[in-house]
């Protein structure tokens, strides 16, 4: 298993001449917890579309944050918590926080989760990329 140095060298981006500065990058996941070192000052607004609240209980949506952060530290963040408390989501709860990235402005669109077969099966996923 290679160490995280390792990958930022092995895709190039510990030579990418872009900080982010001025990029926004929309993280839709279980929410962002800017008391994380790497993302103090990063996150522009939180949006909370699950009723959960801001909070990121799960913390895997900060943990993608301040991944991203590692790699392009002047990047700033538009946290939409799609996915609950638990680590657990809908499709829907997804499809609206990619319509909210998209009409708040962001650069990226950054959703780090897994699924089941059954939105693709049944063409969720293909009627919602026609209509963005």
Partial sequence: MKTFTEILQWINADRTPSTGEGVIVAVCDSGISENHSSLVGKVIEHIDITGDG???A???????ASLIANVAPNVKFLDIKVLGNNGNGDFSNLMRGVEIAISKGAHIINMSMAGGQDCLQDGTVARFMDTI
Avoid at 58 to 64: A, D, K, Y
């Fill in 54 to 56: 801001i909070r990121d």
């Fill in 58 to 64: 799960f913390g895997h949506g900060t943990s993608v």
